[in-house]
């Protein structure tokens, strides 16, 4: 049997799944081959498979460094869970019980263990010399940008771990993150001092998360309406500061939510008594400051709210990707204010380092730049991480919502003009009250005599605010990457100034509320009633060994059994995440549950409906001039050139027929394919149109005036063709 024949048969018996995801599987292989590498993966990608497989294949111990006690203790319950011998070592345990896994990692007895990177290179405790006394395989670094002091995460002690390479030189190293850019990502490779590293870097979309954003004006009774949609949800509410968090928690207590507040303030005992309870569903809304989450892997996570606006966007992808890690439909809502940003800019300042100050001060920008768009945020999200994608994804607020477009032209020659007047040396605010005819004292004389000052005194401040962002999410005006952002006048702005190009812009309110995907939505039609049942059983049965309730079975496990309806313990290893050692310790008490309830209601079995799920092909991985590997649109495009249909490519891929089509969807506006390979010349003729009265971004308002026939991928295709020019 090969290693990866049997990478697949512990992923199917231990880890209860059938096939690997996103890049897995080229990971797995490149680590059996004792080669380092890098690994960036979503939150709720699969990370730890990358390195929990190999360890599970190598004879000897691999060593896991993690940042957090939590999330230590919470990798380690989940192998547990699934019979596999782990064990953690950190300050929370006695001197006796650390004495004895060090010993039963001598004997051979641990496959795993997880130390903090202070304890792997602590001098005096001779942890380093214990290492070289047991038979060391694989060291893998978790959470490894926080080597970098360009990430949003750095710490000190991660500096250290360069030194593995020097005292262990023929043991590989595999390090692991869900957020690193380019810059971040050759930190990495080079501070750890990497011996000719492959870098596998998998799709940043979270398809399962639907993204919104909305103005922080009266933002209590709005985020009282959120919640009340979602009372039985679990969920994370992220303020900036201390404060903010215990007031919020108190304030939706007294209004009947189950909340508590978390920061590094709070004494640790009631702080870890949070977090338990948090994790255990016994409390459903955690608010906190940025000190909660990096330990948290809590799969059923619904929703994260942040009240105030993250430093960056590595921070806020990180965060929101705490939400839908079971791969559930979740939401990610950002209240956003202009004041938010002027805040920030106070806090990152470091006094001496200019150098840093400017970076993080870009940073803060590229997030308020994400906060004010009237275009596709996923897409931004996506580009900032450099994965390309269509212009419309149709689940954030921006494609999801009703948009009046008006003929701006006008309105943009005025605010364009005055950028120029003003010599381009003037932020978005000044030159509002510019255009206002403002007689604030901060107005220079010299600007009052200008012809241009209060040529748009008839629209308000608030109004020029939108049109701005707008005009800068559309490419007429760009921003400097300043402390305090000036606007500047783009190669587009000539033509428009010039009257030979029209503008299209956004009326400053839509038309209606996006339309918000039920939260728990699940992809198939289970039983709700049974779904509720074996919640409860999955408790008691938690309860008692001690361990959250999703360590036991996950939230999407449990929907596919009140979905298919196992009726045999054969049945039930065909459900997703059902491993031998769970089946035989929980398998009979679940079966037993679902077969009293089909009895009941004269139902039978529907695992003949579940439709396996399909190895993806081992194939050999494309290189990337950056060490990496093909990206997600490149593999899809591929298979489309061989024939494969798009649900065939998506049970392949074990992605969304959705976000193949959005894949396929990037290449029709990029020119590379015909939107009428996708859709018929009927379909077309009737929503060019559409798009032409509705504007671009308004799936849902185009989709909406089409007939019943037209779908939302009809519509994405048709879009991306227009906006390639070939519309």
């Known amino acids: ?197 492959a870098t596998f870097i998998s799709s940043f979309n979270r398809a399962n998360i639907t993204y919104y954003v909305e103005a922080k004006k009266n933002f209590y009774p709005k985020l009282m309406e959120f919640l009340m949609e979602r009372r039985e949800e679990s969920g994370i509410i992220y303020c900036l500061s201390r404060a903010g968090t215990e007031s919020l928690a108190q304030d939706l207590r007294e209004d009947g939510f189950n909340a508590m507040a978390y920061h590094a303030g709070i004494e640790k005992t009631a702080r870890e008594k949070a977090q338990e309870q948090f994790i255990r569903d016994e409390v459903k809304i955690i608010v906190a400051t940025i000190a909660f989450g990096m330990g948290i892997d809590k799969p059923n996570v619904r929703f994260v709210v942040h009240a105030d606006l993250p430093k960056n966007i590595e921070g806020y992808y990180q965060e929101t990707g705490r939400a839908g890690r079971d791969g559930l439909q979740s939401e990610a809502m950002l209240y956003f204010s202009t004041a938010d940003v002027i805040k920030m800019k106070k806090f990152i300042v470091i006094g001496d380092n200019p150098e840093q100050t400017k970076i993080l001060t870009k940073k803060l920008d590229q997030m308020a730049r994400f906060a004010q768009l009237t275009t596709c945020r996923r897409k931004y999200l996506l580009n900032y991480f450099d994965e390309p994608a269509p212009d419309v994804c149709g689940s954030c607020d921006v494609c999801l919502s009703k948009f009046d477009m008006i003929d701006g032209t006008v309105i943009a020659q005025k605010a364009l003009s005055a950028v120029s007047r003003l010599n381009q040396n003037f932020g978005m605010n000044y030159t509002i009250d510019f255009l206002r005819g403002s007689k604030s004292e901060k107005m220079r004389e010299e600007h009052k005599l200008l012809k241009t000052y209060g040529i748009g005194a008839d629209i308000s401040k608030e109004d020029w605010q939108t049109y701005f962002r707008d005009l800068i999410s559309r490419g007429y005006l760009q921003q400097t990457e300043d402390e305090f952002p000036k606007l500047r006048l783009t190669v587009t702005s000539e033509d428009v100034l010039k009257g030979r190009t029209t503008v299209q812009l956004v009326k400053t309110k839509t038309v209606e509320e996006p339309t918000r995907a039920t939260a728990s939505q699940a992809e198939v039609s289970y039983e709700k009633e049974l779904y509720a049942d074996l919640k409860e059983l999955r408790k008691t049965i938690a309860d008692s060994a001690n361990v959250p309730a999703y360590i036991i079975l996950g939230d999407s496990t449990l929907i596919e059994i009140a979905a298919y309806l196992p009726l045999s313990l054969e049945d039930m290893r065909k459900i997703s995440g059902f491993g031998d050692v769970k089946i035989q310790r929980y398998g009979r008490e679940f079966l037993d549950l679902v077969k009293d309830y089909a009895q009941r209601k004269n139902l039978t079995t529907r695992i003949s409906q579940k439709q396996p799920k399909r190895e993806r092909k081992a194939s050999r991985p494309v290189k990337t001039n950056e060490g990496g590997y093909k990206n997600t649109n490149q593999v899809t495009l591929d298979m489309h050139r061989q024939g494969i249909a798009i649900d065939e490519i998506a049970m392949q891929r074990q992605l969304s027929a959705q976000t193949i089509a959005n894949h396929l969807a990037h290449f029709v506006e990029t020119g590379d394919l015909r939107v009428e390979d996708f859709v018929s010349q009927r379909k077309i003729d009737q929503i060019r149109p559409l798009i032409e009265k509705h504007g671009y971004m308004s799936l849902k308002r185009i989709k909406d005036d089409a007939d019943d026939e037209i779908s939302y991928n009809d519509i994405r295709f048709v879009v991306s063709s227009v906006l390639s020019g070939n519309g």
């Open 1 to 197: 049997m090969s290693t990866i024949q049997q990478a697949q048969e512990i992923l199917k018996h231990k880890f209860g799944y059938d096939s690997f995801r996103l890049e897995q599987q080229n990971a797995i292989q490149h680590i059996l081959n004792r080669k380092d590498c890098l690994v960036l993966m979503p939150t709720g990608g699969g990370k730890s498979i990358c390195y929990q497989i190999p360890a599970l294949i190598f004879d000897g111990l691999t060593v896991v460094v993690s940042p957090l006690i939590s999330l230590m203790k919470d990798q380690v319950d989940a192998l547990r869970a699934n019979g596999i011998d782990a064990a953690y070592l950190n300050s929370s345990q006695s001197g006796g019980e650390q004495g004895q896994i060090m010993r039963d990692a001598r004997a051979g007895k641990i496959k795993l263990i997880y130390v903090a990177p202070e304890r792997l290179l602590q001098s005096g405790d001779g942890f380093l010399t214990f290492l070289k006394e047991v038979n060391v395989s694989l060291f893998a670094i978790d959470e490894a940008h926080c080597i970098s002091s360009w990430g949003h995460d750095f710490r000190p002690e991660y500096m250290q771990l360069a030194k593995l390479k020097m005292l262990f030189p023929t043991i590989p190293i595999v390090a692991l993150t869900a957020t690193a850019d380019k810059l971040v990502r050759k930190d990495i490779l080079e501070k750890l001092e990497l011996h000719q590293p």
